[in-house]
């Protein structure tokens, strides 16, 4: 179970440029129950800015920064023992994307191009345990990933007409192949090396004021 909010303000500081902030607040509880039942419960406060900037009437490039930090509980409770720390984490992120536009014929081509990183830091965590042996205390490190992501779309978007212009209210077609690509390391050392494509599909046509059709594939 998952809660959470989260505030806006955002404000044009020029015709080109608009700048916003927003702080959040959410609530957390997994609950995994196989050899061993786990229980994480979670707090957390978000907060971070962003910005949107015409470089161009084609081209736009958008960026945020992020933070956030976690108070986290967890429990873990088998047949004979039970453990349970307080610690808490933080996140820090940051990405820059830039987008444009160009028309080919009767196309729109409006590629992407987005890169992002993550950090996560964890304190340690210190299980109290117990048992039928006694109470003891374990020292437990979560880690500290960090994640770097880059990934590339373009989609293209044509509107169509048939049936003599029965169908061609607002009528389009539209295909975005994408590739992403993630890093994920820690300690200097790598975790994992990926890179992922795919493609969506799009179909959206108007038989009247308030009829639509919309099909979509994504692979």
């Not at 736009?60 to 873990?76: C, I, P, Q, T």
């Not at 992120?93 to 536009?101: F, Y």
Request: hydrophobic share 35%; charged share 20%; net charge negative.
């Amino acid at each position: 179970m998952n809660i959470s909010s989260q505030i806006i303000y955002e404000h044009e500081k020029s015709d080109d440029l608009t700048l916003g902030y927003f702080v959040g607040f959410s609530l957390g509880k997994d609950t995994s129950n196989d050899t061993m039942k786990v229980d994480i419960e979670s707090i957390g406060v978000q907060f971070g800015s962003y910005f949107v900037r015409n470089i161009t009437q084609n081209i736009f490039v958008d960026g945020y920064v992020a933070g956030s930090k976690l108070f986290n509980r967890m429990e873990a409770v088998t047949s004979t023992m039970t453990a349970e720390a307080d610690y808490a984490s933080y996140m820090g992120a940051t990405g820059l994307a830039i987008t444009g536009s160009a028309n080919a014929s009767r196309w729109e081509i409006l590629p992407t191009l987005a890169i992002d990183y993550a950090a996560v830091s964890s304190e340690n965590a210190k299980f109290v345990v117990t048992s039928g042996a006694g109470n003891a205390s374990e020292l437990f490190n979560p880690g500290n990933p960090r994640q770097l992501g880059i990934t590339f779309s373009s989609e293209f978007r044509a509107p169509f007409d048939y049936y003599d212009g029965y169908w061609s209210q607002g009528s389009t077609f539209s295909f975005k192949p994408h590739v992403t690509c993630q890093r994920v390391y820690e300690n200097g050392v790598k975790l994992s090396d990926e890179c992922g494509r795919g493609a969506a599909f799009n179909i959206s046509t108007k038989r009247s004021s308030d009829r639509f059709i919309n099909l979509t594939w994504i692979k």
